[in-house]
């Protein structure tokens, strides 16, 4: 069972900026994609950004494109996602999740997404 541990987090004004980091403790820890996902108060989850593992590629959700910037570290089995130019409507609890399952070419936002973070309360205050 592989356990995600994220931290960053917390309240900014709008225009500032965050940083998120899921890592996982699990020595032989290997996924096809790792990425975070987000839930608005009253709106279901949503895709924000996420990295092919083992190969080179990434995909950012046009709502975020351009203010977040997702960036991984094998060696120290971590993400991140940087976030900037913050808005109120990036407010949500934001999830980091890994994809053990494939098949290895799928769209990133389509992996079958099957272990999660505890989450991560991002507020935005104008």
């Known amino acids: 069972q592989v356990q995600l541990v994220q931290s960053g987090g917390g309240l900014v004004q709008a225009g500032g900026s965050l940083r998120l980091a899921c890592s996982t403790s699990?020595?032989?820890?290997?996924?096809?994609?790792m990425g975070w996902f987000r839930q608005p108060p009253g709106k279901e989850r949503e895709f924000v950004a996420a990295?092919?593992?083992?190969?080179?590629?990434?995909k950012t959700a046009d709502s975020v494109k351009g203010r977040f910037t997702i960036s991984k570290d094998n060696d120290n089995r971590a993400i991140y996602l940087q976030m900037n130019s913050l808005k109120p409507e990036d407010t949500a609890v934001y999830y980091c999740?890994?994809?053990?399952?494939?098949?290895?070419?799928?769209?990133?936002?389509?992996?079958?997404?099957?272990?999660w973070g505890q989450g991560t309360q991002v507020t935005v205050s104008l």
């Open positions: 990295v092919r593992w083992n190969r080179v590629g990434s």
């Open positions: 999740a890994a994809a053990t399952k494939g098949p290895w070419n799928a769209p990133l936002p389509d992996f079958e997404y099957n272990y």
């Open positions: 699990e020595r032989t820890f290997s996924a096809y994609a």
